[in-house]
């Protein structure tokens, strides 16, 4: 058994503690008095905050010697915030896509060089694909990782290949870099991509891109179903519904359509 508190790294905790006592404190905290608040040390805060400072997470005023929270915290705010809107901005088109196709509905963002699913819709189907929320799958196995990766630099692409390999998880799984970027191409041109069952045996998704409004293809929204159920027919039948669900999504995040 876990004990609360077991695991905790004392140093990291002390800077945490340290930012959320300047961020009580008006934004803004001279040395001494962090060090008579949390009743450490000089020298222990100092070494803390000096490589708060050198890594961006707070800043000194050299007037008056007072610490402040720094650019770098406003980035991860700004990526919790962002991905918190985006979640609640597509929830009812999760649910909305899960009742009109009645297969599970996932949205899906690319972190750390992976697909990870931050937000789901379950199917109500007796036997339904189950899916969770913080998951993460890979990039060439996913129809998520392959329609963002279809909008990304073909640069950036190989980088992920190289980085995370190709590994088979499936017979059906693309192994080898051309045929994968060729997929891709495909992909960008038809405006979806099929997961036929290269991630997971017995499992078929289809997932179209879903952008931002700067044109940037932000996340992934696709439906995973039993391949009893995904049979060529009516893949076909879902295909335009989960390209319109993606694409209202994208509108509702403020994305301008191009028409040509």
Not at 135 to 161: E, F, N, S, Y
Request: hydrophobic fraction near 40%; proline fraction near 3%.
């Amino acid at each position: 058994m876990t004990h609360p508190g077991k695991n905790r790294v004392r140093s990291i905790e002390r800077a945490c503690q340290i930012m959320e006592l300047i961020a009580k404190n008006s934004g803004k905290a001279k040395l001494t008095a962090i060090s008579e608040e949390l009743e450490l040390a000089n020298s222990t805060v100092h070494r803390i905050i000096a490589t708060l400072v050198d890594m961006g997470y707070l800043t000194q005023d050299l007037d008056n010697g007072e610490y402040a929270l720094g650019p770098k915290l406003l980035y991860l705010g700004g990526q919790a915030l962002y991905r918190h809107d985006l979640r609640k901005t597509a929830i009812p088109f999760l649910e909305r896509l899960r009742d009109d196709t009645d297969e599970t509905a996932n949205l899906a963002v690319l972190d750390d060089d992976e697909v990870m699913y931050i937000e789901k819709a379950e199917s109500r189907s007796y036997i339904r694909v189950f899916s969770l929320i913080g998951r993460r799958a890979p990039v060439h196995a996913t129809g998520m990782g392959k329609v963002i990766a279809a909008h990304i630099a073909w640069t950036d692409v190989l980088q992920i290949l190289r980085k995370k390999g190709m590994p088979r998880l499936t017979p059906t799984t693309i192994v080898e870099v051309d045929a994968f970027m060729e997929e891709l191409n495909k992909v960008r041109a038809q405006g979806y991509a099929l997961d036929n069952e290269e991630c997971e045996e017995g499992v078929i998704c289809i997932a179209a891109p879903v952008f931002d409004y700067t044109g940037k293809a932000i996340a992934a929204l696709s439906v995973s179903g039993p391949k009893d159920r995904m049979g060529a027919d009516r893949r076909s039948s879902l295909i335009p519904v989960v390209k319109k669900a993606a694409r209202e999504l994208s509108l509702a995040l403020g994305w301008q359509e191009v028409k040509i």
